[in-house]
């Protein structure tokens, strides 16, 4: 390791790294390692998954007209409404678990129901 400073070049003194000699190591390279959730679903799902589910505790804070901390305790759990055979079931689930909400919840609903469409269930697969 050699110091070298020099007050023309720079205000600050600068520190080089040699290598002994005799060693011929490559610098590393960092390899990436996917995540254990990304290996078992998709990344893109997940992202939807994660986009949905802030909208809707932004919808949620708009119709109890609170803070996100204050929403009454309800589960809109996705995936459950991802089993249901209709959108009617769906649409109706939901109204039951919004019941206490005061502010019409129609729009909310129909948008959910639209946003849902296609999404894929985010069950565990199963080990073989």
């Given amino acids: ?30 390899v990436r390692k996917q995540g254990r959730v990304t290996v078992k679903y998709d990344r893109k799902e997940l992202r939807k998954r994660l986009n949905l589910e802030e909208w809707i505790i932004d919808q949620l804070t708009d119709l109890y007209d609170c803070e996100e901390e204050a929403i009454p305790e309800l589960e809109i759990d996705v ?6 055979p209709s959108d009617v079931e769906r649409a109706a689930r939901v109204k039951d678990l919004l019941v ?18 296609g999404m894929q269930k985010l069950s565990t697969p199963q080990k073989k």
Avoid at 8 to 22: D, I, K, L
Avoid at 79 to 84: G, H, I
């Fill in 1 to 30: 390791m050699a110091a070298v400073t020099s007050p023309e070049t720079s205000p600050q003194p600068r520190v080089y790294f040699q290598t002994p000699a005799g060693t011929t190591e490559e610098p590393e390279t960092p």
């Fill in 79 to 84: 995936d459950e409404l991802l089993d249901m």
């Fill in 100 to 117: 206490d909400c005061f502010k019409p919840t129609e729009d909310f609903i129909s948008e959910l129901l639209d946003k849902i469409r």
